[in-house]
């Protein structure tokens, strides 16, 4: 017996409820190409939304502010004399025999002190060597230096202004001795090339 022509009429309702049913969440609508489902946000899940942005924002800005303070950091430490002012004294006699070659790093507005022992008699100083150096606007390094050298009854004392990088010699004890100083400021380009140079002097294998 045919169904009566009415009885479609009340299952569509029933196929569109099955149809609904199957869509992810009631209310959501599936787009036409790729299957993407597409959601209305709520007040609460736009809150979160900006939050979240808010949140990564800052820590933008954090890391680039660790960032700046790194660089900054580097920089202040790279800036030229900050650590102070490499010392070289080389003292020689009269014939041109290099008797010592010392070196020390004067802090900026303090005292270095360096005082070197016979090899084969500890107790006994060769050399005893007091430096205070300083940067001048000009770029010169202003030096006071304390010299003695008592197995050659020298006692010096005095100040010259050096240029970074060109030896000073300086005559003691009435031609005694001949004293040489240079100095540098450390960091620097030349402090750098200064440390290259003497490793090229030295040569494989030795340390002195």
């Known amino acids: 017996m045919p169904r009566p022509q009415n ?3 009340r299952a569509e309702p029933s196929a569109r409820k099955h149809a609904d ?5 009631p209310g959501t609508c599936v787009a036409a ?3 993407m489902t597409v ?5 609460a899940s736009a809150s979160l939304v900006l939050m979240a942005a808010f949140l990564v924002g800052a820590g933008s800005a954090e890391v680039a502010v660790r960032t700046h303070d790194a660089v900054e950091r580097v920089r202040q430490e790279r800036e030229i004399g ?3 002012q490499l010392v070289q004294l080389q003292l020689t006699s009269p014939d041109g ?3 010592a070659r010392p070196r020390l790093i004067a802090p900026a507005g303090k005292t ?3 005082v070197l022992h016979d090899p084969a008699r500890p107790d006994e100083i060769r050399l ?8 001048e606007p000009s770029g010169e390094i202003a030096l006071r230096y304390d010299l003695w050298v008592p197995d050659r009854a020298v006692s010096a004392r005095g100040q010259v202004s050096l240029t970074p990088g060109v030896e000073h010699e300086v005559s003691l004890g009435d031609g005694t001795l001949v004293a040489s100083l240079l100095a540098l400021p450390v960091p620097s380009a030349a402090f750098d090339a200064y440390l290259e140079a003497e490793s090229a002097r030295r040569g494989p294998g030795k340390t002195t």
């Open 97 to 99: 025999e290099v008797l």
């Open 39 to 43: 959601r209305s946000l709520g007040p």
């Open 82 to 84: 900050a650590a102070g």
């Open 128 to 135: 005893a060597l007091r430096v205070e150096a300083s940067r």
């Open 33 to 35: 190409h790729g299957g």
């Open 112 to 114: 270095a002190e360096l």
């Open 21 to 25: 049913s199957r869509l992810p969440f």
């Open 7 to 9: 009885s479609t009429r």
